[in-house]
């Protein structure tokens, strides 16, 4: 047997900075529609969340694919659950 010389696909490049912009952009619209202060930092050093913005989304039920990928499915499928619950 002879060993594949076919590189493996390369990682999909994410552009870091730009899904910050975003996510700041609709961060400061949130705060901005519930009248709450926002954190300054989103990400650590590491790249993480940081824990002030993760207390914050907890704390004002701000949704982390919306804020990140500007992704309203889940939104969009937990107020569903919630009206067929009958809690909205």
Do not use: H, Q
């Not at 047997?1 to 493996?8: E, F, G, V």
């Not at 202060?37 to 694919?65: F, H, I, M, Q």
């Amino acid at each position: 047997m002879t060993k594949s010389t076919k590189a493996a696909p390369a990682a999909k490049a994410y552009d870091i900075a730009n899904i910050v912009k975003e996510a700041r952009y609709r961060l400061e619209e949130f705060s901005g529609l519930t009248g709450t202060v926002s954190p300054t930092r989103l990400l650590d050093d590491n790249g993480a969340p940081t824990t002030e913005l993760l207390a914050y989304c907890k704390a004002e039920a701000l949704n982390l694919d919306w804020l990140f990928c500007g992704d309203a499915r889940p939104l969009l499928l937990a107020y569903r659950l919630a009206c067929l619950k009958g809690t909205t």
